[in-house]
């Protein structure tokens, strides 16, 4: 057999491909991203970047029911948008099997918060599996797609981030021959008018009852007989810890979390001395252990917050750990907008002005950061246009202040159009400025509504974003170029003042996908004064030497944003 | 072997450990990599754990047992001293590369002399490697990765024509003579 190299993202792209999987919609999010990217580098199997989770979810439920094996992709949040449909799927069932992908992100290295998707499992009563490297990546998604055909449900499969972006050894198989589409109308099992879910709901009880038992019984949890002095029951990433921290124990390892083994568990603890739950974040394992009313270590030591790693274990069960210390007063390395970023520019523009303002969720959320301090919130996809109306409806005229909104691109098309018609509709004095720089640019440039290609690199519409908001019933809509920013803070003073709904976009390509516009500033060190206004930009290229400003010529892409502000007209 | 390797977003520190995992794997051992892509690689920074051998369990590095740090910058290599084991070496570009804030003057940088002296304090086995002036003189600063690859390769012990083999497999085409070149270069650093 072939092995390859492959993160735990790529695995499940392999997996799903071999498993036969033939419709799969996603929106970009870390860790998810490079499911869909790698998967649309196999034939045979349709790909779309979706306009947002729910689209995703809901056209993966349609292709099930079309009777072909459907995949939906995203991040956890993303699950939080999907959740309407996640729950009717668990009720109606599939034709094709139907595996939703979720990627957690305990630690939050790219999001804002870690919930822990594992509960969705409880909630909606639909399998969760949590693989613990690649191979198993691999293997569990078309377990997954087995396990949704043989009992008539959706199957939940988690990721964490250090699943997702770590890569192991992997076993490369052929893809199965899976049944041509076919679709039937079954009305009592798809409408779910009240009449017919009462019914489903109390027929997926049944399901679930099958599945109880299966669950006690599946490979996809495994016992490992070591020293029963201690046993360990755990899942995912904190499997790999656990087993290099304690070689010798017992280990009780659940792939399938949800619905949970109660047998197996307390066939397990009965024959250790102590037991003990080693998982991330929430204790999930831990919950349904206790309720079994065995006596646990969990979260009672373990952290209930970020990543876990061998040392915390090591630390937290008395282990020796390293006495080498980390330096602690160096200069941190926060990510930075880039340089020549066309957020920079808008940012700047919005120095100094008496607003607030509502952030969202991409690049520009770094906007938040010195020194633009740019943003107020950061809530969730779309929450800037409609914090910023809550905002205006509260305050009314009791603070002078102007609501801004500030939203990407990709980010207004997932979910910022309800929350404009929500502006217009009830008439808030919001203004909201769409950040577009033609991409997704924070998850690494994936194509959306706006760009006229898909994942599959076909030409299509592109929307144009002007006569949508035009649509939406916003009469000012104004496109500025954040590169001219008097220009740019201009347009927006005169519509702060106009009191009504108005739109800008903002609008510049992303500084990592288009040409450079020109060749590296430089700085007349005759003739500035030092006075630091280009470092109010907080472009990265922009630094001061010896009382003058300096530009990193390696780093400058000549965007000339740094010629326009100077003062002292030194920068050339 | 737990081979950590650090650095500044943009400078090519993934693909250093896509080869450097990828030829685990040819040579027929167990390998894992980690790294975080996302919000971390705008200019943040970067590290990318790789550990190989027989069974390899975590991951991640455990603080302390890295056998190689491989640095491609000053401050990063002592912000992730404390991962290296007791024997353990340290292969650094003294390159410094000030972090936005600094630059901003928002926080104090602290002086190269002053992060060097805090290496040689804390490690026996340290070498300074020159890898991005190599490359600067190669003509393309790009290939910053693959000249630190040659130096770090005078440590391991992979054949040379594993390593070219896996920089054809993985470099596109056009840049592969120009990254064996470079690779070259970096081994001609470090004497054997």
Same mark, same amino acid.
């Given at each position: 057999?072939?092995?390859?190299?492959?993160?735990?993202?790529?695995? &499940?792209?392999?997996?799903?491909?071999?498993?036969?999987?033939?419709?799969?919609?996603?929106?970009?999010?870390?860790?998810?991203?490079?499911?869909?990217? !790698?998967?649309?580098?196999?034939?045979?199997?349709?790909?779309?970047?979706?306009?947002?989770?729910?689209?995703?979810?809901?056209?993966?439920?349609?292709? !099930?029911?079309?009777? *072909?094996?459907?995949?939906?992709?995203?991040?956890?949040?993303?699950?939080?948008?999907?959740?309407?449909?996640?729950?009717?799927?668990?009720?109606?069932?599939?034709?094709?099997?139907? &595996?939703?992908?979720?990627?957690?992100?305990?630690?939050?290295?790219?999001?804002?918060?870690?919930?822990?998707?594992?509960?969705?499992?409880?909630?909606?009563?639909?399998?969760?599996?949590?693989?613990?490297?690649?191979?198993?990546?691999?293997?569990?998604?078309?377990?997954?797609?087995?396990?949704?055909?043989?009992?008539?449900?959706?199957?939940?499969?988690?990721?964490?981030?250090?699943?997702?972006?770590?890569?192991?050894?992997?076993?490369?198989?052929?893809?199965?021959?899976?049944?041509?589409?076919?679709?039937?109308?079954?009305?009592?099992?798809?409408?779910?008018?009240?009449?017919?879910?009462?019914?489903?709901?109390?027929?997926?009880?049944?399901?679930?009852?099958?599945?109880?038992?299966?669950?006690?019984?599946?490979?996809?949890?495994?016992?490992?007989?070591?020293?029963?002095?201690?046993?360990?029951?755990?899942?995912?990433?904190?499997?790999?810890?656990?087993?290099?921290?304690?070689?010798?124990?017992?280990?009780?390892?659940?792939?399938?979390?949800?619905?949970?083994?109660?047998?197996?568990?307390?066939?397990?603890?009965?024959? *250790?001395?102590?037991?003990? *739950?080693?998982?991330?974040?929430?204790?999930?394992?831990?919950?349904?252990?206790?309720?079994?009313?065995?006596?646990?270590?969990?979260?009672?030591?373990?952290?209930?917050?970020?990543?876990?790693?061998?040392?915390?274990?090591?630390?937290?069960?008395?282990?020796?750990?390293?006495?080498?210390?980390?330096?602690?007063?160096?200069?941190?390395?926060?990510?930075?907008?880039?340089?020549?970023?066309?957020?920079?520019?808008?940012?700047?523009? @919005?120095?100094?002005?008496?607003?607030?303002?509502?952030?969202?969720?991409?690049?520009?959320?770094?906007?938040?950061?010195?020194?633009?301090?740019?943003?107020?919130?950061?809530?969730?996809?779309?929450?800037?246009?409609?914090?910023?109306?809550? *905002?205006?409806?509260?305050?009314?005229?009791?603070?002078?202040?102007?609501?801004?909104?500030?939203?990407?691109?990709?980010?207004?098309?997932? !979910?910022?159009?309800?929350?404009?018609?929500?502006?217009?509709?009830?008439?808030?004095?919001?203004?909201?400025?769409?950040?577009?720089?033609?991409?997704?640019?924070?998850?690494?440039?994936?194509?959306?509504?706006?760009?006229?290609?898909?994942?599959?690199?076909?030409?299509?519409?592109?929307?144009?974003?002007?006569?949508?908001?035009?649509?939406?019933?916003?009469?000012?809509?104004?496109?500025?170029?954040?590169? @001219?920013?008097?220009?740019?803070?201009?347009?927006?003073?005169?519509?702060?003042?106009?009191?009504?709904?108005?739109?800008?976009?903002?609008?510049?390509?992303?500084?990592?996908?288009?040409?450079?516009?020109?060749?590296?500033?430089?700085?007349?060190?005759?003739?500035?004064?030092?006075?630091?206004?280009?470092?109010?930009?907080?472009?990265?290229? @922009?630094?001061?030497?010896?009382?003058?400003?300096?530009?990193?010529?390696?780093?400058?892409?000549?965007?000339?944003?740094?010629?326009?502000?100077?003062?002292?007209?030194?920068?050339? | 072997?737990?081979?950590?390797?650090?650095?500044?977003?943009?400078?090519?520190?993934?693909?250093?450990?896509?080869?450097?995992?990828?030829?685990? @794997?040819?040579?027929?051992?167990?390998?894992?990599?980690?790294?975080?892509?996302?919000?971390?690689?705008?200019?943040?920074?970067?590290?990318?754990?790789?550990?190989?051998?027989?069974?390899?369990?975590?991951?991640?590095?455990?603080?302390?047992?890295?056998?190689?740090?491989?640095?491609?910058?000053?401050?990063?290599?002592?912000?992730?001293?404390?991962?290296?084991?007791?024997?353990?070496?340290?292969?650094?570009?003294?390159?410094?590369?000030?972090?936005?804030?600094?630059?901003?003057?928002?926080?104090?940088?602290?002086?190269?002399?002053?992060?060097?002296?805090?290496?040689?304090?804390?490690?026996?086995?340290?070498?300074?490697?020159?890898?991005?002036?190599?490359?600067?003189?190669?003509?393309?600063?790009?290939?910053?990765?693959?000249?630190?690859?040659?130096?770090?390769?005078?440590?391991?012990?992979?054949?040379?024509?594993?390593?070219?083999?896996?920089?054809?497999?993985?470099?596109?085409?056009?840049?592969?003579?120009?990254?064996?070149?470079?690779?070259?270069?970096?081994?001609?650093?470090?004497?054997?």
């Amino acid at each position: 057999m072939n092995r390859a190299l492959l993160t735990g993202d790529e695995a &499940v792209a392999r997996g799903a491909w071999e498993a036969g999987c033939r419709f799969a919609a996603a929106y970009p999010g870390t860790p998810s991203t490079e499911i869909l990217e !790698s998967l649309a580098t196999y034939p045979d199997v349709y790909c779309e970047w979706s306009v947002n989770e729910k689209v995703a979810l809901e056209a993966a439920i349609g292709a !099930s029911l079309a009777g *072909v094996r459907s995949l939906a992709v995203m991040k956890h949040v993303g699950l939080n948008v999907a959740a309407d449909p996640l729950f009717s799927a668990a009720y109606i069932g599939v034709r094709g099997g139907l &595996v939703i992908v979720t990627a957690d992100d305990p630690g939050m290295h790219s999001s804002q918060n870690e919930q822990d998707n594992r509960f969705y499992g409880l909630m909606a009563k639909i399998p969760v599996l949590c693989p613990a490297d690649s191979q198993e990546a691999k293997d569990f998604i078309k377990s997954a797609y087995i396990i949704s055909e043989q009992f008539d449900i959706p199957v939940l499969l988690r990721l964490t981030t250090r699943i997702a972006h770590s890569a192991s050894v992997v076993g490369l198989e052929d893809r199965a021959e899976t049944a041509p589409p076919n679709y039937e109308k079954q009305l009592q099992k798809t409408v779910l008018l009240p009449a017919f879910a009462r019914l489903r709901h109390r027929e997926l009880i049944l399901r679930f009852d099958r599945l109880q038992a299966f669950t006690e019984k599946t490979p996809l949890n495994r016992i490992e007989w070591g020293n029963p002095e201690l046993g360990i029951i755990c899942d995912g990433v904190a499997y790999q810890y656990a087993r290099e921290v304690f070689p010798d124990a017992s280990f009780l390892k659940l792939g399938m979390v949800y619905p949970f083994p109660a047998g197996l568990v307390r066939q397990f603890a009965e024959r *250790v001395r102590r037991l003990a *739950v080693i998982e991330e974040v929430d204790p999930f394992i831990e919950l349904q252990v206790r309720a079994l009313g065995l006596t646990v270590t969990g979260k009672d030591t373990l952290p209930r917050t970020g990543e876990l790693t061998p040392a915390i274990i090591r630390a937290v069960f008395g282990q020796q750990i390293s006495e080498h210390k980390a330096e602690i007063d160096l200069p941190n390395r926060p990510p930075a907008l880039c340089p020549g970023c066309p957020h920079l520019g808008l940012f700047y523009a @919005l120095q100094r002005q008496n607003i607030i303002i509502g952030g969202d969720i991409g690049c520009y959320t770094l906007g938040a950061l010195p020194p633009h301090n740019g943003l107020d919130t950061c809530i969730d996809m779309g929450a800037s246009i409609t914090f910023a109306h809550g *905002v205006d409806k509260a305050l009314a005229n009791q603070d002078p202040r102007s609501r801004i909104a500030v939203i990407g691109d990709s980010t207004f098309f997932h !979910s910022g159009i309800t929350g404009l018609l929500n502006v217009v509709y009830n008439q808030s004095n919001v203004i909201t400025i769409i950040a577009d720089n033609r991409t997704t640019g924070m998850t690494g440039h994936q194509d959306h509504p706006g760009t006229g290609r898909t994942l599959m690199g076909k030409e299509t519409v592109a929307i144009d974003l002007e006569q949508l908001c035009r649509a939406c019933g916003i009469t000012e809509v104004v496109r500025v170029d954040p590169y @001219l920013i008097k220009e740019t803070r201009n347009t927006i003073r005169r519509l702060l003042n106009i009191k009504k709904p108005a739109v800008v976009i903002s609008q510049r390509s992303c500084a990592l996908i288009s040409a450079r516009p020109g060749a590296p500033k430089k700085v007349d060190a005759e003739i500035c004064s030092g006075c630091r206004s280009c470092l109010a930009l907080g472009c990265p290229a @922009l630094s001061f030497e010896q009382e003058k400003a300096l530009i990193i010529s390696t780093a400058c892409i000549g965007c000339g944003m740094c010629v326009e502000i100077c003062p002292k007209g030194a920068i050339l | 072997m737990n081979l950590l390797v650090c650095g500044v977003g943009g400078q090519g520190v993934l693909l250093f450990s896509d080869i450097l995992a990828q030829l685990a @794997l040819t040579a027929g051992l167990d390998v894992k990599k980690s790294e975080v892509h996302g919000m971390a690689q705008r200019g943040g920074s970067v590290t990318s754990h790789i550990r190989w051998g027989e069974k390899i369990h975590s991951p991640l590095i455990e603080e302390g047992t890295a056998d190689i740090i491989v640095a491609f910058e000053l401050l990063e290599a002592v912000r992730y001293l404390h991962f290296l084991a007791p024997a353990g070496w340290l292969i650094y570009d003294p390159l410094t590369i000030a972090p936005l804030p600094v630059q901003l003057g928002l926080v104090e940088q602290i002086a190269s002399e002053e992060l060097e002296k805090r290496i040689q304090n804390r490690l026996k086995k340290s070498l300074a490697v020159r890898a991005f002036d190599t490359a600067r003189t190669l003509g393309n600063p790009r290939v910053q990765n693959t000249v630190m690859l040659g130096a770090v390769s005078r440590l391991l012990e992979f054949p040379d024509d594993l390593y070219y083999q896996t920089i054809k497999q993985l470099v596109k085409p056009q840049f592969v003579e120009a990254n064996i070149l470079a690779f070259r270069r970096g081994q001609e650093l470090v004497s054997k």
